[in-house]
């Protein structure tokens, strides 16, 4: 059965579930990185799921796959700014480093659904 609505999917569903963790864990970041790394980080990460949204609408399957290349784009820089949080020691981030790998597993096996001619 066809989604009717991005919201039904399962990677907009985590990617949005990431994008409220990047918000709570940069909540408590310095006030100094607020036009760095806080605004940098959440912007990215909003990014992903705004793409997932985008690219469902799309008819064309090299469309929508490219709107999911972007997302996953997106999270591969989440990855980094949560590998800088730790280091920085901003934060802990095992939750979110796990929920970014699962997103990714989706986005890439969501693109390569599309992309299959059974589709």
């Given at each position: 059965?066809?989604?009717?609505?991005?919201?039904?999917?399962?990677?907009?569903?985590?990617?949005?579930?990431?994008?409220?963790?990047?918000?709570?864990?940069?909540?408590?970041?310095?006030?100094?990185?607020?036009?760095?790394?806080?605004?940098?980080?959440?912007?990215?990460?909003?990014?992903?799921?705004?793409?997932?949204?985008?690219?469902?609408?799309?008819?064309?399957?090299?469309?929508?796959?490219?709107?999911?290349n972007i997302a996953?784009?997106?999270?591969?820089?989440?990855?980094?700014?949560?590998?800088?949080?730790?280091?920085?020691?901003?934060?802990?981030?095992?939750?979110?480093?796990?929920?970014?790998?699962?997103?990714?597993?989706?986005?890439?096996?969501?693109?390569?659904?599309?992309?299959?001619?059974?589709?």
């Open positions: 059965m066809k989604s009717k609505s991005f919201k039904e999917l399962i990677v907009w569903q985590k990617a949005h579930q990431f994008v409220l963790l990047v918000y709570k864990m940069t909540k408590a970041f310095p006030k100094e990185e607020l036009f760095g790394l806080t605004s940098q980080f959440r912007r990215a990460a909003v990014s992903i799921p705004a793409n997932i949204a985008e690219g469902f609408r799309k008819k064309g399957s090299l469309d929508k796959v490219r709107f999911f996953e784009g997106s999270l591969e820089e989440c990855k980094y700014y949560l590998i800088l949080s730790n280091d920085l020691n901003y934060s802990k981030p095992k939750k979110e480093f796990e929920l970014a790998e699962e997103i990714g597993k989706l986005l890439n096996s969501y693109s390569k659904k599309i992309l299959s001619p059974d589709s």
